[in-house]
């Protein structure tokens, strides 16, 4: 399967490529530091043994012009800066997997976590790998629906940031969200005054019956919780 798709895609690419068209949608006309970044990435993939299906257009050394052609790299470790790092550029990645839970893994394996895309004939499992991967919002069978819905939330994860821009999620950002508790339990706060020297034993019977284990630990522990809930339940009355 990946063979073959990789000569469908090389083929749609080139394709495209020689429409004029649509040709100018796969190039891109880098300012000078954008289109450096984007080369240096490139070669260091190459020099690291990434496969160049296209390279009549993807040999960083020809470019000559800022107008960046289309390059697909294909294999690569994950650890690479190109499979770790925005191109910038009109550059696609592809690798192989073997099982569903691998292409989680390696999409999970970035520092980033900014919108990914899951293109599947299976609503089932386009749906599973959708919710396991840990980025800001997923598009199914469409490249950036997530990123564009007005009404959805659009954010990131990991070094992507934080919060949510956009939708209902995005609203609450410019709210102040604030907790009130009625107590409406006839019991003391166990954890507040006062501080008696009864309290205190009686804490430190219940963490030596959960750390005993066994069941006089159990009978320990039991025991010492109804101690300590009457206690509390007086405590309150005073």
């Not at 895309?117 to 629906?145: F, H, M, Q, Y």
Request: charged share 20%.
């Amino acid at each position: 399967v990946y063979e073959h798709f990789k000569e469908l895609l090389v083929a749609r690419i080139k394709l495209h490529a020689g429409n004029v068209e649509t040709a100018h949608d796969l190039t891109w006309e880098a300012p000078p530091l954008r289109g450096e970044e984007t080369r240096e990435l490139v070669k260091h993939a190459l020099e690291h043994g990434m496969e160049n299906l296209l390279p009549q257009t993807g040999n960083p050394n020809d470019w000559t012009t800022g107008k960046l052609q289309p390059i697909i790299l294909a294999g690569g470790s994950i650890s690479l800066r190109i499979w770790q790092e925005e191109t910038w550029g009109p550059v696609l990645v592809i690798r192989s997997f073997q099982s569903e839970s691998e292409a989680i893994s390696t999409a999970n394996n970035c520092k980033f976590g900014l919108g990914a895309c899951v293109w599947s004939e299976d609503p089932a499992c386009s749906t599973r790998v959708a919710s396991a991967l840990k980025v800001g919002g997923v598009s199914i069978n469409n490249a950036l629906g997530t990123m564009v819905h007005p009404g959805l939330p659009y954010g990131g994860t990991k070094r992507s940031g934080w919060g949510r821009q956009r939708g209902a999620a995005g609203l609450r950002n410019f709210s102040n969200v604030k907790a009130i508790m009625v107590d409406q339990s006839k019991l003391m706060e166990p954890f507040w005054l006062p501080h008696t020297s009864q309290k205190f034993k009686l804490y430190s019977d219940l963490l030596e019956g959960l750390g005993r284990g066994g069941l006089r630990g159990k009978w320990k522990t039991f025991k010492t919780a109804g101690r300590l809930m009457g206690y509390m339940r007086r405590s309150r009355k005073e």
